[in-house]
């Protein structure tokens, strides 16, 4: 308990003071988790929609396999990145190992699935209710997908925050395509895991506590900023 209210105590003082160390990784967490989830989003919800909309005979095979890379291991994520970006790797001259951009991949390996999955499952209800008007109207498969996309872009943005939330707090991934090197590739959650190391748990804590008020500040000001609070949206 007593750490507990050293963390919460220490978090106050680091935020009201302007911590250098904490501002520098706070951004860089928010640069990486952002980025991040901005190329998923491109990607994942676009392919959601897809899903929902088209039929071919591996379509639940894609389906099953979507849902179940949901659960991918991060550290397995982090891995195959690393053999990817190292200087042996294909990609090694690229110089991208143990930088913010190997960390941004690793999430977008990551949250991709995630964010596409919980697209197509709000899609797939949205395209049994415009399937016949959509069809009746000629539309080709692009303009189905970017109807849909649209008008269920409120749905949508669950999808793109539970991508944001999974980032946010990854750890495995990032720590080994990141190297946690101060100053360069050090995120909130590698501190955290840092600091725990060292035995310092209030620090720890601190840090924790500094990360899920980040996280909730982000989800909030989306929430406002798309209107979802407005009348029974919420």
């Known amino acids: 308990m007593n750490d507990i209210v050293s963390g919460l ?61 949901m659960g991918l291991p991060p550290v397995v994520v982090g891995l195959i990145v690393y053999v990817m970006l190292s200087r ?12 913010p951009t190997a960390m941004i991949i690793a999430q977008v390996i990551i949250i991709t699935p995630i964010i596409a999955s919980i697209a197509h ?3 797939r209800e949205l395209w049994a209710d415009y399937h016949d008007l959509l069809i009746s109207l000629h539309t080709t498969r692009a303009q189905r997908v970017a109807t849909l996309l649209w008008d269920s ?12 939330g999974r ?11 990141g190297g946690n090197i101060d100053h360069a590739t050090r995120v909130l959650t590698t501190a955290i895991a840092l600091e725990t190391a060292k035995g310092d748990f209030a620090m720890a804590l601190a840090l924790g506590f500094v990360l899920i008020g980040l996280a909730l500040a982000i989800n909030l000001a989306l929430h406002v900023l798309s209107g979802t609070e407005r009348g029974s949206r919420w």
């Open 9 to 69: 105590t220490q978090a106050v003082r680091l935020i009201a003071t302007l911590d250098a160390n904490l501002v520098e990784i706070s951004l860089r967490s928010l640069q990486v988790t952002l980025s991040a989830t901005v190329i998923a989003s491109a990607l994942g919800l676009p392919l959601g929609a897809w899903l929902a909309v088209s039929r071919f005979r591996l379509r639940r095979v894609v389906i099953a396999t979507l849902n179940a890379l």
């Open 121 to 123: 499952q709000a899609i």
């Open 153 to 164: 872009r409120r749905a949508l943005l669950t999808a793109s925050l539970a991508g944001f």
């Open 88 to 99: 042996s790797g294909p990609l090694g001259v690229l110089g991208l190992l143990f930088t």
């Open 167 to 177: 980032a946010i707090g990854e750890v495995g991934a990032i720590m080994i395509v």
